[in-house]
């Protein structure tokens, strides 16, 4: 007989080598294979556990140890307040791309006659729904390559009610877009392929969302030079970049808009991770 304590504690034990927050990842484990919630599971700790359901935690808890992501396990992951549906097709998004959000949403409420948006290399959809979940006259256009990633958005959009208003797009960056935009967001995959294979993430994580060729510039690159005939006047593009890359990426920006004020923003960490160009 093996009470929800025990089993947390012997999890937290057996998770403080490989997670950040071991005991956090216990509860939400546990509480994903009850299909309880979080605070349940802490108020019914002395309930026991089904011999079926020590079974199912033994093999999630292994793939956690092996690093196996917790969100791929649970299917699920928080970005900007919201809940969203993830699977090994697509990124995990990650807290230093709320910055993008924020900037996005600060100007989008600044200039409340611009509301025709992108969001390039969409993966889940978290920045193409967030915006359209904040901004309720916004429309967007939702640009992937990996088809599979497009369906996971298609179903985030579902959830937060704001499908009609998201133009989904299978193409390889702007290549098959004609509008003329008022905000070009875009988290493009921006890891110099030579370091890809000593990183954790992309055992698990899709190198399509991942590699950004030889500098790591090569898509921001591509993105950049397509941009100029998709952009309605005085539009404003946003970038999320690698902390290691401001300097090249800044100068890129000064190259292939010459007249705009491009600059870096810091996140709550202090490092560089995002690029705007106000053409
Ligand atoms: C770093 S992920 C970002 C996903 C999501 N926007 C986020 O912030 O979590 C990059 C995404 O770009 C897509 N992608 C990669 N190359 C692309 C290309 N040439 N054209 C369009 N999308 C591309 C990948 O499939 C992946 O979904």
Not at 84 to 106: C, G, H
Not at 133 to 140: E, G, N
Not at 161 to 179: G, N, T
Not at 232 to 241: C, H, V
């Amino acid at each position: 007989m093996t009470s929800l304590a025990e089993w947390l504690a012997q999890a937290r034990q057996r998770l403080s080598h490989t997670a950040d927050q071991p005991a956090l990842e216990a509860q939400v484990l546990l509480a994903h294979v009850l299909q309880k919630s979080r605070p349940w599971v802490i108020a019914h700790s002395d309930q026991t556990l089904e011999a079926d359901q020590i079974n199912l935690l033994e093999t999630s808890l292994c793939a956690l140890q092996a690093g196996f992501p917790l969100p791929y396990l649970t299917g699920r992951q928080e970005f900007f307040g919201l809940e969203f549906a993830v699977s090994p097709q697509v990124l995990i998004p990650r807290p230093e791309t709320e910055l993008l959000v924020e900037l996005a949403l600060a100007w989008l409420r600044a200039h409340p006659a611009r509301r025709r948006a992108a969001d390039v290399g969409t993966g889940s959809g978290c920045i193409a729904v967030t915006l359209a979940h904040h901004i309720p006259d916004l429309s967007l256009l939702a640009v992937d390559r990996s088809a599979a990633a497009l369906n996971i958005a298609r179903q985030n959009a579902q959830r937060w009610q704001v499908s009609e208003r998201i133009h989904w797009l299978q193409s390889d960056l702007l290549s098959a877009v004609s509008d003329r935009l008022d905000l070009l967001c875009a988290n493009l995959p921006y890891i110099p392929t030579h370091k890809l294979a000593d990183l954790r993430v992309t055992q698990h994580e899709p190198r399509l969302a991942l590699d950004g060729g030889a500098d790591g510039l090569d898509l921001i690159h591509t993105l950049l030079t397509q941009a100029a005939r998709c952009l309605a006047p005085a539009a404003l593009i946003l970038l999320e970049i690698e902390a290691e890359q401001p300097e090249s990426a800044l100068a890129l920006a000064r190259r292939c808009f010459p007249l705009a004020q491009s600059a870096v923003h810091t996140d709550l960490a202090g490092l560089p991770r995002l690029l705007s160009i106000q053409t």
